[in-house]
């Protein structure tokens, strides 16, 4: 007797790996083989079509001396800061150390090599015929950026393999039977490769998506299937969360932990755009007063700016000669970044302090006065307009007057706690009144105009040196007006209590504990993380301009052919777009003919099942790596950025090539 939960009204029973049990997705030895000589004849026909000058050239292109730096900072143990996570200069780093060949851009051509093969071995998991799976192969080895990428060492050869490798498991893992040996297997290598993918660039976050909804696709498929059991379906959901969400994250994490536990050199260059307390990790436990004293020299570092250390240079505002610029500088060792602290009324006497009972401690909600120790003018705010913001709630921040001027209430600032990260092993809560350097974050609020400080990203034009601006505003949001006390100086040259500072943590001895806990390390991690996003927007792209909007206009970014591309490429350009636009309109189309009364079962076809249901990943995939460009604030977009979208684009047109002709040869010859 037949169950009748397998014949429903609408179509009889599928079972979910419905692909395997028509012989679909099996690769064969010839399979296996014909990949590998992919990769041998790829290899070989780029290497012999250029000199052996051309290979052992020097790092010629900007990315070449890019990334050969970043290795040779990585090889010293030096801190650097990149756009990009760190397992491409590791990678690199690790086959130059262990000498594996001399020549690192061959490995960048056996990459490239290998991912056409895994491009081949997907298409023919999906039972595409040899002739269209090797058209795949003259497509991709024919775009201009693809070819060129394979000839250098490159941030995206790399990728780009791993790339390759995830969709192949993953369209594998889809078709597979749950639970085999084999499944396991391309389970594992798409856990693997996915973390490393997601480790060699970010674009592999979006990559981790489209894994997780394939998955999550295949789950639905997998629930609907009356034959499976529940002891299955919670096998099934805890393998993928083990091995698609906890074994990549674990691995980007591993990733970032050795490239920060590498680090052995403090690279100023670099560590200056760092916060103090991932100085203190670079540079060691930090000795300073355990609070300020009026009298002493201080630097001040703006927290929400890449840098952004208070300056002041001997440049005047073009608007008024009298008063001196101040802004935020991108350098952390400069005589024109120190500012001594001055009692609002008395003056300190130097001489007559011999003990540090004579010393006065600031106090938050008490009124302090910034001179600029190089030139000796006062910090004030005033009712001018700044220079770049001009609103009628902005006033002008300037350095006034000689040292001899003792200012008036628009030079008073009240100092503001925001936040005090104190954990001394004595603690006092007398001590929570006084300001303390590298722990307090504090904010400045003018008494004569009732403003705040306030630095942001907008940049000074060529006469202010392309710096920060600094202004003051009423009602300011606080996370632009928090500051720290980056260093100080004493006024007096006798012993005073001194602490160090050493990764968030306050001590009174030497002894510092160079293990790093699971704790420290995060915050190191989503510290060198955000740095790094920073890094891009506000410094690699955006040193020099006048204005944020200036370096950040959006730009559309055009899906164009390169010029020097052969002729019958254009048709798999544009035909692989066009593709996907046509698989729309025939969802479109079935879903307008839908018609959810009826009861007839229509006739199932396996072609057409597997064109379905490849034909949305591939629309899905394409969309999740082009649309996230379109989001992208700078101007630095190049046609490789395109690949990953490409790639996709290519199988579906490919797939749909395969689909017709099996419809034509079905209608021609019919079983």
């Known amino acids: ?40 004849i790829n290899f070989t026909l780029i290497w012999r079509s250029h000199p052996s000058s051309f290979w052992t050239r020097p790092w010629d292109a900007d990315g070449e001396q890019e990334l050969s730096q970043l290795m040779q900072f990585y090889l010293d143990k030096a801190f ?46 999906i039972n595409c015929s040899y002739i269209i799976s090797a058209t795949s192969l003259l497509i991709l080895s024919n775009w201009g950026p693809f070819k060129n990428e394979g000839t250098i060492i490159s941030f995206d050869s790399l990728e780009w393999c791993l790339f390759s490798i995830v969709i192949y498991n993953t369209i594998s893992i889809s078709i597979l039977k749950l639970g085999t040996t084999k499944w396991f297997a391309h389970l594992i290598t798409l856990s693997v490769s996915l973390g490393l993918g997601v480790s060699s660039k970010f674009i592999g976050f979006v990559t981790w998506a489209f894994v997780i909804l394939c998955l999550i696709r295949q789950f639905d498929r997998f629930i609907s299937d009356v034959k499976v059991t529940t002891s299955q379906i919670i096998r099934f959901i805890t393998w993928s969360i083990f091995f698609v969400l906890i074994v990549p994250s674990f691995i980007f994490m591993l990733s970032y932990r050795d490239l920060l536990s590498n680090f052995r050199t403090d690279t100023p260059q670099y560590s200056k755009y760092m916060s103090t307390f991932f100085k203190s990790y670079l540079r060691g436990s930090q000795t300073q007063p355990s609070h300020l004293y009026y009298g002493s020299t ?18 005047p505002y073009p608007s008024d000669v009298d008063e001196q610029l101040v802004a935020l500088s991108f350098e952390e060792f400069e005589a024109d970044n120190e500012w001594v602290v001055e009692h609002p009324t008395l003056k300190l006497n130097l001489s007559e302090i011999h003990h540090i009972s004579q010393l006065k401690p600031v106090e938050f909600g008490k009124d302090i006065k910034l001179r600029h120790k190089s030139t000796g003018k006062l910090l004030r705010a005033s009712t001018a307009k700044p220079p770049i913001s001009e609103q009628d709630y902005d006033f002008q921040i300037s350095c006034t007057k000689d040292s001899d001027y003792e200012g008036g209430m628009d030079e008073r600032w009240n100092v503001l706690l925001i936040k005090d990260e104190t954990s001394d092993n004595e603690k006092d809560s007398t001590n929570d009144k006084y300001v303390k350097p590298f722990r307090s974050e504090i904010q400045f609020y003018n008494n004569g ?18 710096e920060q601006e600094v202004l003051c505003m009423e009602h300011p949001v606080i996370s632009r007006t928090t500051f720290v006390i980056n260093s100080v100086q004493l006024p007096v040259d ?18 510092v504990n160079g293990k790093l806990s699971w704790k420290q390390l995060l915050h190191l991690v989503e510290e060198y993380i955000s740095k790094q996003y ?18 950040f206009a959006v730009e559309k970014w055009p899906i164009t052919l390169d010029a020097e591309s052969p002729t019958w490429f254009s048709l ?23 018609n959810p009364w009826s009861t007839a079962e229509p006739k199932f076809s396996i072609n057409w099942d597997i064109y379905n249901e490849f034909g949305w990943k591939c629309i899905i995939g394409w969309f999740l790596h082009f649309y996230i460009f379109t989001m992208s604030p700078h101007f630095n977009l190049g046609k490789k950025l395109y690949f990953q979208s490409f790639f996709f684009s290519v199988l579906c047109f490919l797939e749909s090539l395969n689909f017709l002709t099996k419809q034509i040869i079905e209608r021609i010859f019919p079983l």
């Not at 490995?107 to 081949?120: E, G, P």
């Not at 920073?534 to 370096?551: T, W």
């Open 1 to 40: 007797m037949k169950d009748p939960r397998l014949q429903g009204p609408y179509r009889k029973y599928v079972p979910y790996n419905i692909f395997e049990q028509c012989g679909f997705g099996h690769l064969s030895v010839v399979d296996c083989i014909f990949a590998s000589l992919v990769v041998v």
């Open 80 to 125: 650097y800061i990149h756009e990009l996570p760190p397992f491409t200069v590791q990678f690199y780093s690790i086959i130059h150390k262990l000498k594996i060949t001399d020549n690192l851009r061959y490995i960048s051509l056996f990459l490239n090599s290998s991912t056409l093969a895994f491009l081949f071995l997907l298409l023919r998991r």
């Open 298 to 315: 201080i630097t001040l570092r703006h927290l929400d700016s890449m840098a952004g250390y208070l300056t002041s240079h001997d440049i």
């Open 449 to 466: 105009q009732r403003c705040g400080l306030l630095g942001h990203d907008l940049r000074l034009p060529e006469w202010g040196r392309f």
């Open 494 to 511: 006798f012993q005073i209590p001194m602490i160090e500072y050493y990764m968030g943590e306050i001590t009174f001895v030497s002894e």
């Open 534 to 551: 920073k890094y891009v927007y506000y410094i690699k792209y955006g040193k020099g301009k006048v204005s944020f909007e200036d370096v």
């Open 572 to 594: 798999a350009w544009y035909g692989s777009i066009l593709s996907m636009f046509i698989f729309l309109c025939v969802q479109c189309k079935r879903t307008i003919c839908w």
